[in-house]
């Protein structure tokens, strides 16, 4: 189920419970919870609507103006049903957490072997070393220029790197990936330690902003929150790529943070 930035921060926030689809069955169930930008979404409701059963208040808790505007929204693909689901903000993602946690021996027996599992159910056979390596060497690169150096469809190569996420080995940046220090430690366990680039103290960028201001705030070498606090919303403004919505979310990130832009 795909829910878009806005409405990721809007569930997060409460103010948002509802969404609506057009699908030809139902395509979650409740008690799932997605993984997302913003952390776990459990689905508490699902139910097939009618149209002529929308009411505003329906509008209203799924983020939209009107009820004229969830009708049009729901304009395409008429011919499915509409379906009803509520959601709420579950909590923090568990691999946030896990992707800190450095295993010990014990525990590296044991990640390295579900890698070998990994590799052994592959179409293309081994890949998960190679990954982690790629990432590792080019921390920040968009996925489909990494997935063009192993020769790989983009939206493949998406797939097999969360299942590293999965495992707390990889974290999703704004715009390419990190090793998480999981898997640094696995990495290095492999091959053998290597150095690396100090990383970045402080809070990542949300990935909720766009490519295009992440890629506006990395120019100007903004790459944490705590850098672009620094900053006055009016300067912000004034890079290329960085609109009012990406301004609005990262003041939002700030906020939580218990700050704001330098103004």
């Known amino acids: ?45 699902v139910e097939q609507v009618t149209a002529t059963s929308l009411r505003a208040d329906d509008a209203r808790r799924a983020g939209h103006p009107s009820l004229g505007s969830l009708r049009e929204g729901l304009a395409a693909r008429a011919d499915r049903p509409i379906f009803r689901v509520q959601v709420r903000h579950a909590g923090e993602d568990p691999r946030v957490a896990l992707r800190e946690s450095v295993p010990d021996a014990e525990e590296l027996a044991t990640i390295v072997a579900g890698l070998d599992r990994l590799d052994a159910a592959s179409p293309i056979g081994p890949w998960t070393r190679e990954t982690l390596r790629l990432i590792d060497a080019n921390p920040e690169v968009r996925a489909p220029e990494l997935a063009e150096r192993v020769g790989r469809p983009a939206a493949e190569f998406k797939t097999d790197v969360r299942k590293l996420k999965d495992r707390g080995l990889t974290e999703s940046l704004a715009i390419g990936y990190l090793l998480s220090p999981r898997g640094e430690a696995v990495l290095d366990h492999l091959d053998g330690p290597r150095e690396r680039a100090p990383r970045r103290a402080g809070t990542p960028l949300p990935r909720t902003i766009g490519a295009a201001a992440t890629r506006a705030l990395r120019a100007a070498d903004l790459h944490t929150l705590e850098a672009v606090a620094g900053w006055r919303r009016s300067d912000l403004a004034a890079l290329h790529g960085v609109g009012p919505l990406a301004l609005d979310r990262l003041a939002t990130a700030l906020a939580e943070l218990g700050t704001g832009f330098a103004d």
């Not at 921060?9 to 139902?26: N, P, Q, S, T, V």
């Not at 979650?28 to 776990?40: F, H, R, S």
């Open 1 to 45: 189920m795909m829910i878009r930035p806005a409405e990721l921060e809007a569930i997060r926030r409460g103010e948002i419970d509802l969404a609506f689809r057009r699908w030809d069955r139902a395509r979650v169930k409740v008690g799932t919870k997605l993984k997302t930008a913003v952390g776990l979404i459990e689905v508490v409701a």
